[in-house]
């Protein structure tokens, strides 16, 4: 991934200078860039792609069949990996080189469906010859592998979760009991859209005279006390004394994401792993509750104009989604601050004001990395248990992975960034550090118990017993989490 955003940003460069005829206005020294251009340039024209040399076989034209529940209509993530034609847009085309690429070399055609979760579930338990593979969001994965109808990744022949074109980070977090039925890798792009990030508006940072957050972000500075102190600077009423979406605020969200960002920023996690890979729920430890006990204080404590919650407030501009209240708001310069997934990028397309992204921050400057989670609600690969073919399955899903890193991947950065960061020579290390330090919570992604929108719920309510809370709920995560278990291993 790092290797992808990287070429892609040199590229967009380059394009730049091609375009004006002179150097793209960076912000910084560009003495000598003759001479950095004609490097990168042979650095992008000479992309080593032999690691695709072993993906050839004569599949005798096999139809690779893939069916996903999440509908084209749900659009805030990638829904749709498979296009008849290049439609026109950068990461549809990238869609239709990856594919025809792969069925070239594979002699395959890849076909993608869409079915609901209940036909998915009953056409695997009367084992049906339904796909070849699965699409399914995180929230729903469970169920199937509970059931036995898909595979543990683990198990499969050609399968390498160390190559890059696999989240390593996402096997590693998401297996339980050393099996893992889910995979998260450069095929898909939502895992990506599912990222949450922070946005800051450079405009506002520039007009408030703040501090670069660039800057905080590496000098490790970066924390919920710092963003609370900016914030608090650029909240303004507009005259009316009421708070809504016409006033100005430090930080945009909502509670079921927003609150359980900051306090996952401090590293801790729902639900955590021992060295046999069997997770437990632990979130009663000092430091969890500690941030918890701050991300009240930053709720709770600096009045109404610290923090826009998109749960709670009611849009006054007629739009039919309260949330979609943000998608305007911060476009409009009506926050220093937005906490969202990398996937509303697409929001501030048409945005006059420039923007960065950072990470979330931290508990406090002395913890060593800063931590971002996935919101989890992406769709991930899985296998159908009954697969005619598991070496030809294995295969082909392996080459899907590793033809998109330099197609599809490419591309997804040219569609979210090219517009406001192919010029800020520090996106790259952001995203880098974004993605590189990005967590998988079992608790979140597979929404065990809804334990994640309980405790956003507890924060919004002012609720400091979340000692008394996870007391009342151990029992039934840790019977949760043994049923997985047992189920896994019938």
Same mark, same amino acid.
């Given at each position: 991934?790092?290797?992808?955003?990287?070429?892609?940003?040199?590229?967009?460069?380059?394009?730049?200078?091609?375009?004006?005829?002179?150097?793209?206005?960076?912000?910084?020294?560009?003495?000598?860039?003759?001479?950095?251009?004609?490097?990168?340039?042979?650095?992008?024209?000479?992309?080593?792609?032999?690691?695709?040399?072993?993906?050839?076989?004569?599949?005798?034209?096999?139809?690779?069949?893939?069916?996903?529940?999440?509908?084209?209509?749900?659009?805030?993530?990638?829904?749709?990996?498979?296009?008849?034609?290049?439609?026109?847009?950068?990461?549809?085309?990238?869609?239709?080189?990856?594919?025809?690429?792969?069925?070239?070399?594979?002699?395959?055609?890849?076909?993608?469906?869409?079915?609901?979760?209940?036909?998915?579930?009953?056409?695997?338990?009367?084992?049906?010859?339904?796909?070849?593979?699965?699409?399914?969001?995180?929230?729903?994965?469970?169920?199937? +592998? #509970?059931?036995? =109808?898909?595979?543990?990744?683990?198990? !499969?022949?050609?399968? /390498? $979760?160390?190559?890059?074109?696999? *989240?390593?980070?996402? +096997? #590693?977090?998401? =297996?339980?009991?050393?099996?893992?039925? !889910?995979?998260?890798? /450069? $095929?898909?792009?939502?895992?990506? *859209?599912?990222?949450?990030?922070?946005?800051?508006?450079?405009?506002?940072?520039?007009?408030?005279?703040?501090? /670069?957050?660039?800057?905080?972000?590496?000098?490790?500075?970066?924390?919920?006390?710092?963003?609370?102190?900016?914030?608090?600077?650029?909240?303004?009423?507009?005259?009316?004394?009421?708070?809504?979406?016409?006033?100005?605020?430090?930080?945009?969200?909502?509670?079921?994401?927003?609150?359980?960002?900051?306090?996952?920023?401090?590293?801790?996690?729902?639900?955590?792993?021992?060295?046999?890979?069997?997770?437990?729920?632990?979130?009663?430890?000092?430091?969890?509750?500690?941030?918890?006990?701050?991300?009240?204080?930053?709720?709770?404590?600096?009045?109404?104009?610290?923090?826009?919650?998109?749960?709670?407030?009611?849009?006054?501009?007629?739009?039919?989604?309260?949330?979609?209240?943000?998608?305007?708001?911060?476009?409009?310069?009506?926050?220093?601050?937005?906490?969202?997934?990398?996937?509303?990028?697409?929001?501030?397309?048409?945005?006059?004001?420039?923007?960065?992204?950072?990470?979330?921050?931290?508990?406090?400057?002395?913890?060593?990395?800063?931590?971002?989670?996935?919101?989890?609600?992406?769709?991930?690969?899985?296998?159908?248990?009954?697969?005619?073919?598991?070496?030809?399955?294995?295969?082909?899903?392996?080459?899907?992975?590793?033809?998109?890193?330099?197609?599809?991947?490419?591309?997804?950065?040219?569609?979210?960034?090219?517009?406001?960061?192919?010029?800020?020579?520090?996106?790259?290390?952001?995203?880098?550090?974004?993605?590189?330090?990005?967590?998988?919570?079992?608790?979140?992604?597979?929404?065990?118990?809804?334990?994640?929108?309980?405790?956003?719920?507890?924060?919004?309510?002012?609720?400091?017993?979340?000692?008394?809370?996870?007391?009342?709920?151990?029992?039934?995560?840790?019977?949760?989490?043994?049923?997985?278990?047992?189920?896994?291993?019938?």
């Amino acid at each position: 991934m790092k290797k992808h955003l990287a070429i892609f940003l040199i590229a967009a460069q380059l394009a730049a200078l091609t375009a004006c005829g002179g150097a793209a206005d960076t912000g910084t020294d560009t003495t000598g860039g003759d001479t950095a251009s004609a490097d990168t340039t042979e650095a992008v024209t000479t992309e080593d792609l032999s690691h695709l040399d072993p993906f050839k076989a004569d599949y005798e034209g096999y139809n690779f069949r893939i069916i996903t529940n999440n509908a084209e209509s749900n659009t805030w993530y990638t829904t749709v990996y498979t296009v008849m034609e290049d439609q026109g847009d950068v990461l549809s085309g990238a869609i239709f080189k990856r594919n025809t690429m792969v069925e070239d070399a594979l002699n395959i055609r890849i076909t993608e469906e869409y079915q609901e979760l209940g036909n998915i579930r009953n056409s695997l338990l009367a084992d049906d010859d339904l796909a070849d593979m699965l699409l399914i969001n995180t929230y729903d994965t469970m169920t199937l +592998a #509970k059931e036995g =109808s898909v595979l543990d990744l683990y198990t !499969l022949p050609h399968q /390498d $979760f160390h190559a890059d074109w696999w *989240d390593s980070n996402a +096997a #590693k977090m998401l =297996s339980i009991d050393n099996k893992l039925y !889910l995979g998260a890798g /450069d $095929f898909i792009t939502a895992c990506n *859209d599912a990222t949450c990030v922070t946005y800051f508006n450079k405009r506002m940072i520039d007009d408030y005279q703040l501090e /670069d957050p660039y800057e905080l972000v590496k000098s490790g500075k970066w924390t919920l006390d710092k963003m609370m102190e900016m914030g608090l600077q650029t909240s303004v009423d507009n005259g009316d004394t009421i708070w809504n979406d016409q006033d100005t605020y430090g930080v945009l969200g909502h509670q079921n994401m927003l609150y359980i960002y900051m306090i996952t920023g401090s590293g801790e996690m729902i639900i955590t792993k021992d060295k046999d890979d069997i997770p437990a729920f632990t979130f009663n430890n000092e430091k969890f509750v500690n941030a918890y006990m701050k991300v009240l204080n930053f709720i709770h404590g600096n009045g109404e104009g610290l923090i826009y919650d998109a749960n709670v407030k009611k849009n006054t501009m007629g739009l039919a989604h309260d949330h979609r209240a943000m998608d305007v708001m911060f476009p409009n310069n009506q926050a220093l601050f937005w906490v969202e997934t990398m996937a509303s990028a697409k929001s501030t397309r048409n945005m006059e004001a420039d923007f960065g992204i950072i990470p979330c921050p931290k508990y406090e400057e002395s913890q060593t990395y800063y931590s971002n989670m996935s919101n989890g609600a992406f769709h991930g690969m899985m296998i159908p248990a009954n697969v005619k073919d598991v070496d030809r399955t294995s295969f082909i899903l392996e080459a899907l992975n590793a033809f998109s890193g330099h197609t599809v991947q490419e591309a997804y950065y040219e569609t979210y960034i090219k517009d406001k960061l192919t010029r800020d020579e520090t996106a790259a290390e952001m995203l880098d550090l974004i993605f590189e330090n990005r967590t998988f919570d079992l608790a979140i992604c597979f929404n065990l118990l809804r334990m994640r929108h309980n405790i956003c719920d507890k924060a919004y309510k002012n609720n400091t017993e979340i000692i008394s809370y996870y007391d009342s709920m151990k029992t039934a995560m840790d019977n949760t989490i043994n049923t997985l278990i047992e189920s896994f291993n019938a």
